[in-house]
Each structure stands twice: as structure tokens, then as C-alpha cells.
């Protein structure tokens, strides 16, 4: 603690600017830490002296009111959304109008939009973690966001586009409705997730996506009848994989807390 | 005058004598050893990691940047273990790293995008927007704030990533290759700001650019093929060349150590 404060004299002389230089440093240095000291200073100041410094205070104050403060821009969650998702999103609504218009005046094989609502969302899972194509994947795997709940937050972002797109273009063209494909597209999914934290992400997809096309696409389009996979009866074994591989993701979740390599 | 950023944690006591320690550590990169048994210890400070291109920099900056999991050895950051069932969150969250490579979606501008990693470490949500403009501040993009990447120049984009790095104020900071693509004046400031972060966090500095370290950076790490062969002062360093002590001591002199250090690595490598 200071005891010491400066003396009245001392003030009138540095503030007339007739202080001796070596007493004015050890004053200045004083008035650093001394907010009473500063106050006795600005009752000494001479009047021409306080108006200006008044003046110039008033300056700074207007200035920094007239300069635009810095906006946080919040902008950034919906431009996540929009960026990357929006042109698969676009691909995803071609690929399903382009399917149903296949569709048209043909009755022997099942609706295409159905064979291939449930693949959709593959390829905007493969995006969403680790991914080659996302320029900040590495980063991310170093952040505390990091890990399942991050990924599954990511999925459920494409579960939520792909979901309304399909079950639109379904509705307008005639399509069977989301009754059919809607848990296949959530096992199909959830397949990928689970099997995602063993081999990787983007193998994962990539197999899963070619099973389904050997698997439910290729023989529903071949005219067989309608696939096992995409049928009533089918509904509960996909709960069922549903379930099993959600179980499977969340024991193995510390495969998605570093980056597979 | 440089000002000292005072946080809550600087006067908290630590309960770990180094930020980053590493013993016989091994680190895969796909089916190649990239470290392989790499003994490291590194407190408070700026450090440069210097070495060849593939000796394993990269792979152990990613290591320490819990990007990627070690395949062997004991690793500790910031105190925690990195056991397989170790609490990432912890140690993420004081945690910066910038990548070799860090890329960008073109139509974010700066302060969306540090903004963004901002939120994925976790500040807290009134805290973005001031830490982000900081951060901003501190790499000297201010002006640039709020315009979009795309019309970046390649050391500024450098420099938002720099940025990311630091919005968090981290206590263990890893920059991989932090001055590709800036121009000297660029790197006269980054040192500054280099030294400034280094008072009250470990640093490190991943780079081949022997004047980088010269000019930045307190002590030194010098690997060779997967592991350590010099860990010590610039002083130390520039003992192991016998030509130096007569010269000046400046880039070159540092350059001739380096040098000489990796030859006589190799040739105790290729003798075992
Ligand atoms: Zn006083």
C-alpha cells in the first residue's frame, strides 16, 4: 500500500508544466497506480489546459460512438446448413424427380422412388465426418464438439432434408408413401453409422450404398417383384437393425472421437 | 507497447509440470510408423519442431492435436493421459491447432468462420463474438472481418487459420507450418505474435524453415525419421556444430547445426 501521495506543490508545478523532470517521472509513475492523486491533478489543472483536454475527450467519445461496432455475425449456423448440404440436396431432388418420371406408365416394377429413398441419405452421411470433401474435418476432430453427438447431430440435419424431399416428390407423382421406405432409410442409416466406426466413414457409405444397389435396386428394376427390403413385412427386422446398430454405435462411440487412420 | 492478456487460468495453479509429454511414443500414419518412439517433454514457451519433410512432423503435431490416437507409447496433454478412455472434451478444450493444410468453404466470411470454431470449442455463446473479433485482431485482419474467403490472399487465409488457433486462448497451441504463404513482413509480425502467445502457453511450431525457429523460438526439437535426435536451446544446438561458436550466430549458423545434428543422425542410423 501507498502512503505516500504528492504533494500539493508538486502538482501546481506539473501541472503549470514546471516541475523538475526527475520529480515529474516519479509523480507520473505515481499517478499510474493513485486514482485520488489524478483527481487533485485535474483540480489543479489551469482552465485553458482542462478545456482542452475536455475537448479532446468529447472528440474520442463522438468518434468511437460514429464508427460501426463490430456485428457478430450469427450467420454461420445457417450458411453451415446452406454450403455444403445445399447442392446434394439439389442432386437428391433431381435424382427422385428424374426416378418418379421414370416411373410414369410403368406398372410392372415397384417405383423407383421407392427402391431409392432409403440410399439417399448415404451420401450426406459420408460428408459428415472425416470426410475429404470437408475442407475443416481435420480441425474439427480437434475440438470438444468432436465425437458422437457431433455426427449424429450432422445425421439427423440429413435426415431432416432428405426425409421431406422424398416424401414430396413421392406425394406429387403418385409414389408409394413414407409408410414404406421411411425405416429402411432410418436402418440404412444406422447401419452406416455403426459400421462407419469400424472400417470408416466413407467405406461404410460407399459399401452400404453398392449393397443396396445390388441388393434392392438392381432386381427391383430387373422386374423380380418388389424387393423383400422395401415391403410391410420387412418393418419390423428393420426396427430391429435400427435398434442393434444404435446399441453397436454407442459401445464402439470412442471410434468417433479421433480421426480413423 | 505489447500488452499481456491476463486470463482467469494464469493465475491458477497447473498440476502438471509439462503441457506435453511423450515417452517411446508411436504414431501410425496409415501403415507406416511416422513416430516411432519419440521421447518429448515441453512446458510453458515457444518450441519449433524442426525436420526434414517426412520425417514425421505432421503425424505428431496430429497426435498432440488428438486428431489422430497413438499407436504406442505414453502420451500426457495438459496433465491427462491419453488413455483410450481418456475425457477429449478436457483437453480440447484448451486446445489450437492449425493444420498443414487448412482449407475453406468460399462463401463464409472471416468472422462467420472463426466465429464458427469458436462454437465448436465450446466458448460460451455471449463470448463468441468478442473472442472471434480478438482473435481477428491479433492476426491483423480487422479490415478484412467481414469480407468473404474467396478474396484472400493465400497468407491471410494462413492467418484465419492462425486465427482459429488462438480464439479460444488455449494453454497448448500446435501450429503445422504456420508461415506458408506469408510475406516477410507478414512473418515479422507473426513472431511477435508468437512470442506474446508464448508467455502463457506451450507453443509449438512445426516447420522445415531453420529461420522460423532461429528467429522465434526458445528451445528446439529436431526429429529424423520418426523420433527425436536433438531436444535443447538454439544454444545447445549451435554447439553440435563445431564451426559456429567462431561465426556470428544468425541463420546460417543455425542452419550449419541442423545439418550437421541430421548427418550424424543418419550415420548412427544407418550403423545400427
Ligand atoms: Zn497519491
Not at chain 1, 461496432?69 to 440436396?89: D, G, I, K, N
Not at chain 1, 418388389?226 to 426396427?239: E, I, L
Request: with cysteine.
Amino acid at each position: 500500500m501507498t502512503t505516500w501521495h504528492a504533494p500539493e506543490a508538486l502538482l501546481r508545478a506539473y501541472a503549470a508544466q514546471a516541475a523538475p523532470p526527475a520529480a515529474a517521472v516519479s509523480l507520473e509513475a505515481h499517478l499510474d497506480t493513485c486514482a485520488d492523486c489524478r483527481a487533485r491533478l485535474a483540480q489543479a489543472l489551469p482552465a485553458a489546459t482542462a478545456s482542452v483536454l475536455a475537448t479532446a475527450r468529447a472528440g474520442v467519445l463522438a468518434r468511437v460512438a460514429s464508427e460501426p461496432s463490430p456485428v457478430p455475425a450469427r450467420r454461420w449456423r445457417s450458411r453451415v446448413v446452406r454450403s455444403a448440404p445445399l447442392a446434394w440436396l439439389l442432386g437428391c431432388l433431381a435424382v427422385l424427380t428424374s426416378a418418379s418420371a421414370l416411373d410414369v406408365g410403368s406398372t410392372q416394377r415397384p417405383a423407383l422412388v421407392l427402391l431409392l429413398s432409403p440410399a439417399l441419405p448415404l451420401i450426406g452421411v459420408a460428408a459428415a465426418w472425416g470426410s475429404r470433401l470437408d475442407p475443416y474435418a481435420e480441425v474439427t476432430a480437434s475440438t470438444p464438439a468432436a465425437g458422437l453427438s457431433l455426427l449424429l447431430r450432422r445425421t439427423l440435419t440429413v435426415l431432416l432434408a432428405v426425409v421431406p424431399v422424398a416424401g414430396g416428390v413421392g406425394l406429387v407423382r403418385g409414389a408409394p408413401g413414407p409408410g414404406l421406405w421411411l425405416l429402411p432409410c432410418l436402418g440404412v442409416t444406422a447401419v452406416a453409422l455403426a459400421l462407419g466406426g469400424v472400417v470408416g466413414l466413407q467405406r461404410a457409405t460407399a459399401t452400404l450404398g453398392a449393397a443396396w444397389a445390388a441388393a434392392v435396386v438392381l432386381p427391383g428394376i430387373a422386374g423380380t417383384g418388389v424387393p423383400a427390403a422395401v415391403t410391410a413385412q420387412a418393418g419390423p427386422w428393420w426396427a430391429a437393425v435400427c435398434a442393434l446398430s444404435l446399441l453397436v454405435l454407442v459401445l464402439r462411440r470412442s471410434a468417433y472421437a479421433a480421426l480413423p487412420r | 507497447m505489447r500488452t499481456r492478456t491476463i486470463r482467469p487460468t494464469t493465475f491458477e495453479p497447473t498440476a502438471f509440470a509439462f503441457a506435453v509429454r511423450a515417452e517411446s511414443l508411436v504414431v501410425n500414419a496409415g501403415r507406416r510408423r511416422a513416430v516411432d518412439g519419440l521421447d518429448l517433454a515441453l512446458g510453458t514457451g515457444v518450441h519449433g519442431l524442426l525436420g526434414p519433410n517426412g520425417a514425421g512432423k505432421t503425424t505428431l503435431m496430429r497426435a498432440l492435436s488428438t486428431v489422430s490416437r497413438p499407436g504406442g507409447g505414453a502420451l500426457e496433454l495438459l496433465g491427462v493421459p491419453m488413455s483410450p478412455d481418456a475425457d477429449l472434451a478436457v483437453v480440447r478444450r484448451r486446445l489450437g491447432y492449425l493444420p498443414q493444410h487448412f482449407g475453406f468453404h468460399p462463401r463464409f466470411t472471416v468472422r462467420e468462420l472463426v466465429e464458427y470454431f469458436a462454437w465448436l470449442k465450446e466458448v460460451p455463446s455471449q463470448r463468441i463474438g468478442p473472442a472471434a473479433q480478438r482473435a481477428i485482431e491479433r492476426v491483423g485482419l480487422a479490415d478484412r472481418a467481414g469480407d468473404k474467403m474467396k478474396t484472400l490472399s493465400g497468407g491471410m487465409v494462413r492467418r484465419v487459420g492462425m486465427a482459429q488457433a488462438i480464439v479460444n486462448d488455449p494453454d497448448l497451441l500446435l501450429l503445422d507450418e504456420p508461415t506458408t504463404g506469408l510475406d516477410p513482413e507478414q512473418r515479422v509480425s507473426f513472431r511477435e505474435l508468437l512470442r506474446d502467445l508464448g508467455s502463457d502457453a506451450c507453443v509449438l511450431v512445426s516447420t522445415h524453415l531453420v529461420e522460423d525457429v532461429a528467429a522465434s523460438c526458445e528451445d528446439v526439437v529436431l526429429m529424423e525419421s520418426g523420433r527425436s535426435v536433438f531436444a535443447g536451446s538454439l544454444d545447445g544446438l549451435l554447439a553440435a556444430d563445431p564451426g559456429a561458436s567462431s561465426g556470428t550466430v544468425g541463420d546460417s549458423a543455425v542452419e550449419r547445426a541442423y545439418t550437421a545434428l541430421l548427418r550424424s543422425a543418419r550415420a548412427t542410423g544407418e550403423g545400427a
